[in-house]
Each structure stands twice: as structure tokens, then as C-alpha cells.
């Protein structure tokens, strides 16, 4: 868990469709893209990041809204494919 | 070398294209891109017409987040500096009217030399973005090797390695590095690194609809540069230089040269610019010496004392 | 005249700071520097740590290899004022980091053109030394273990010099940024620092010195660092000015400056271990020494945290930096 994550989070549904850094794009059931970055006390890192978008794997992100920035911050990226 | 770009384009007579296109930046630039060449930017701002297309390209394309968006009443200027999430900033100067202290060496203050009050031909604009540096001062400070020189020539970033320790933003002498607190990371402009691997030239590069800014081999750029500033000598415009080849400013105090590089018409503070940055990394050596002088000196001081204390003590 | 094209005021006589400042346009205001995001009372308190664990290191290093025997009692008060820089100093230097669960990454490379590299590695070393030291001197302290002071002596003679690194290095750290108020006199920022960490170290070797003559040759070492700080922030101050810096020495951190470091950490003990010396024998020479002891290092802490943040005042005001970035101000041998 991380350390951010002390109250309740919002969460989002969907694929990660761009990566760049530690930035993706993650694309919602509805169709819709919305701009994350990976917080600092995030337990994944930037580079496990190409290999979600590679895989087009759905995933649960745990986030809260960027300070002064059109973006979320991403807390927790939790799979949702795996068997 | 130089290839034309329409002698490739016709190898591509279709309008939709099922893969991507080897070597594309031979196509909208004109440039092949080689591991184990230099590039950079060759930024005229004589032809910049304050669009943003740069400034937007790059945000598409390295999926930036937009800063809190305002209005700043700076211009048209609502971006206003580089940032960690900013990797191309459009500056604009609206020049007012010839200032006082103009004199007979130094008479032309833009383009065109006038009076008049804030008006489009005593506009300047320049797209500012992170000089790649010879001697990346950024890249010197940095104690974990997360800034690190490409295979391009190029500075960049890694960001699975940097600790947000923020040394390189004080010692960048251009104020481009900047920190993001909410990923606890250093970012600048990496010339698009991923691109240039690709084969593909730096998105702002490509987007930018007057060619003000250039990418290229760093020897054909400084040439053009060269040949645009004599043509612009001959056409009047006699305030017209580069920043940032070897031996202009911008190059100064052992920085040699910075590969993104300008053509400026007025002083380079007008543009934010300094006039003689120099290389941080030169004063580390006397810094040391001096201080370890002192604690030497103050050493000797300390026997002579405790030395006379036993002799005289007891 | 150079004046009018750099864009500075045309001054008559002597420039004054004011008249020395960038008069020119700048960018609505903006600075073409971006200021350094340390956090100044963290970083600065690491710095001052820094200083007086080394520092003390070397005084005490040097009072035992030539008083032997009797100076061990020093030689042991430095051995565990030593344990400040990382017990404390290297804990505040992580706390500071933005991505503080990868600090390991300093350890990935050696770098002799960022001297926070090269400090990491200092420190390191100077940890491994007065590490060996202390848990030999706490051995000889707790258990009784006398063979262990050899040990103990052997490990403080590295301690002292890496000591004498990690009380300095902090100024090469800060000097080789483009800060202008930092990177205007490098040499000065040096002393500087030296001479307040030797202060800082000697003083706080003295703190509850019961040997009224170890209290006095302490309070004379600390009196001649501070002396030497003295001329040498004049010297610094006046050589900041020269490169149009001035401006930055009229700043609200300036004056706390003036009030901390001169006034409290140097012009207060200086009179105070005269007072002191003229209290003779009385136990009140003692108490007054100590508190003479407490303003230096209060000073030396202030002098860190200062410096920063005048620095970061000169980074991001234009009429500081853009003056200080002209070509006048090039080192003089690499102009050509």
C-alpha cells in the first residue's frame, strides 16, 4: 500500500493505452483517456509501465487529483487479467 | 548530408500507411538519424509566429499533463516558464518603444527599428527548450548518473534511476531542469529520445508549420545558421546572431556549445537568456582547495595550541 | 561605454550594489534561473552536522596526537560528537530527497564534477572510520576494554581526514550550481564554511569541558576560527558585490544573516571567552564558556541556513541573475 493512501481513493477501470516515463494514459470502459502520473510513493515503478501498455492488460488504478495539474496521481495499479 | 525530402516522399504515393515509415525523419526533415552522430535544434526565431504548435506537440506526444491553466496578462504568454511538465515554452516579447539607452552601435531592437508601441513588428517570440548542453551542467551535478548523454548527443533523464534530489536544477544554468513534487522526479526535454531511436525527428521539430525550429545534424545546423544570419545581415536586419554556437554567448565559461541552439535579434536577456553562463562544474576544484586550506591552516593552529598547553600546564 | 549595451545604469564614481544591478528588460519579471528545491533548514541543518562532526574529528584527532595521553579525554568526546553526522546529518539528507526510497542510487557511480557525488562518497568513508572509532570507544566505555583505545585513536585518524572533507565539501556543493550568490566567489564560500565548522567543532568539544586548561585551548581555537570567519564573510560579501550580486545582501535572509551569524555565532562568544578568561578560576567561567560554546554553534547552523537561502533569493530574481550572468563576470583565464 502506499503511503498516500491514507483515506478513501477514487478508482478507475480501463487500459493503459500511452506510456511515457512515468506517465500513461489509461483509457476507461467508456472510452474515454485520462492523463496519470505515477505518484512518488507508488509501488510500481517506471518501468514496469511499457509492458502494461504492451500487454493492453485491464487494470484497477487507485488514484487522487494532481496539485495544480490537469492529471491524476496514480497510487496503486492492480491487474485485473491475470488468471 | 542532405536529402531531399521529396525524393522520398515519392516512395510513399499512398495516404494511408499500414506500418510506420522506416527512417521518417528523412521525409519531414531531411535528416537521417544515426547513433553516435550530434543532433539538436536549430531555433530561428526571426520565422516564429507564436503558435504553440510546439508547445502542444510536445505535450501530446510525452503525454505531459497541462499546468493549472490561467491567464497570466504576460502577452500571449500563458505558459509561462519551462517546467518539469513543459518541455517547449513559447516566450513572447512585446517590445515597446525604443528604449533610451540606444545608441549608435546598437541601434536595431527587433526586426524592424521603430517607435511605436507594442505593435507585431516589435513582436519577438522565441520557442525556448532545453539546450542539450556539451557540458551538460545538469549531467555533471548529478550524483546517481540518472542525467546521462544519449547515443545522440542528447541529455536525458532516466527516470528508474533518478532520486529527486534536485541538484541539477540549481546547477542548470538555464533554469530548464525542473523537479515534479508529485512523482518526486527531475524532467526536461529529452529531444525525444524515444523518437530519435525510432527514426522518427523531435515532435515539436515536426510539428512546427514555419521551420523556425530545425533539427538536424549539429554541423549542417550550425551552417544554416550561419548562411540565415548572413542573409539576414544583408537584408538589414544587422542584430541578427546566434546564441549558442561556439565561441557566442551562450557558449561562454567553458560550456563550448550547446546543441539546441538560437538565432536571436536582440540582447539575450530580452529573451531570458543569460549572456555568459559558465560551467559550474569549474569551481568545484577551488571551492575544495580553499576550504581544505582553511581546516588545514586551523589544524596547525589547533597542534601549535594544544602543544604550548602541554608545555606550560600540569 | 559596455554600460549601456550590458543594460546597466551608467554609474558615476564608485558602483554601489544598487547601481551594480541588472537594469535592462527582463522576462515580465521572471527569472531565467530555476531556485534549488532543497529545503534550507534541512539541508542546512545536515551541512552544519556535517561541519561540526568533522570538524570535531579533526580537532580532537589532532589534540590527542600531540597531547597523547592527556588529550584522550577529548579524543573521546570527538569520537561520539562524530556519530552526528550520521546518526543525524545522513537521515536529514534522505529526508530531503523527493524520491527518498531510492537514495541507495547515490551509491551507483563516482562523480568528480558533482561534488554531491563526491561528498556521499566522503561521508561514507568518514562513517566507516569514526564507526570502527566510536564502537571501540564504547567498548573501552561500557565494557571495560582497555586494549580497545589503540583501536580507537587508529579509527579516528581517517575520521579526521575525511572530517576535514565533510565539513568542506558542502561549500564546493553549493559553489558549483548557478546560483549567483553561491557561484559568485567559490573560494570565499570555502573559507567560510571551513572556519565556521572548525568553530562549530572546537566549540562543541568544549561544551562542559571540566579541564579549565582544555577549555581554554579549545576556546582559543574556536576564537581564531571565528576571527578568520570574520574576514573571511567580509572578503566573501564584498566579492559578492563586485560580480553584481549585491542586491541579494539586501534580502530579508541577508539580515538574519547579519544578526545569527555575525552577531550571535561570532561577535557574542568572541566576547564572551574574553569575559571568560577574566572570570578566572570561578565556576562561572565555565557556564559562560558554555554559552559562548551554544552561539557558535547556533551561528554555524544559522550560516548554512542562510547561505541557502540567499542563494535561492538570487536564483530567482532576473535582476540578480541576469547581471550576474554577464560576460565581465567570466573567469578570467577561459575568456579566450
Known sequence: MSKAAAGPMAEMEGVVTVVQEGRFQLTDLGGVSHNFMLSRFALAETEQLPALQNAQSRVRVKYSQADKLIAYLAHRIDLLDVA | MEIHPFARAREYPDSVFHDVIPNESELTGGVTIEPGKQYGFFTDTTVCIGCKSCEVACKEWNNLPADDIGLTGQSYDNTGALSANTWRHVNFIEKKQALADDTAERPARGVRDNDQNAFQSGWLMMSDVCKHCHHAPCMESCPTGALFKTEFDTVVVQQD?????????????????????????????????????????????????????QFGELSDLWERAATRVEDLHARGVTSAYTYGTPDAPGATGDMKYLNSFFLLTDRPEAYNLPAAPTRPSNRVAPAFAAGLSTIAGLALAAAVLFAGAKTTRD | MPEHRDGRAVSKGAASPEAAAWKGPTYYGRSQLKPSPFNAWVVGGYIFLAGLSGASAVVSTVAEAVQGERGASIGRKGRYLSMLAPLVGAPLLILDLHTPTRFYNMWRIVKRTSPMS?????????????????????GVDLLGLKWLKRIARLGSAPAAITGAGISTYTAALLAATSAPYWAADEKGLGVRFASSSIAAGSAALALGEKSRSTRRTLNAITGIALLTELVATAVHHKNVKAKGVGASLESEWAHIEEAAVLGLGVLLPLGLYVASRRLGDRKRAGAVSDLASLAVMAGSAMLRVSTIRIGQDSASRPEVSLRFSQPENLPKKRRA
Open chain 3, 118 to 138: 563526491l561528498g556521499t562518497w566522503i561521508l561514507t568513508a568518514f562513517i566507516g572510520g569514526a564507526g570502527v572509532a566510536v564502537v571501540a570507544q564504547l
Open chain 2, 161 to 213: 534511476i533518478c532520486n529527486g534530489c534536485g541538484y541539477c536544477v540549481s546547477a542548470c544554468p538555464f533554469g530548464v531542469v525542473a523537479l515534479n513534487p508529485l512523482d518526486g522526479k527531475a524532467h526536461k526535454c529529452t529531444l525525444c529520445y524515444d523518437r530519435l531511436k525510432g527514426g522518427l525527428e523531435p515532435a515539436c521539430a515536426k510539428a512546427c508549420p514555419t521551420e523556425s525550429i
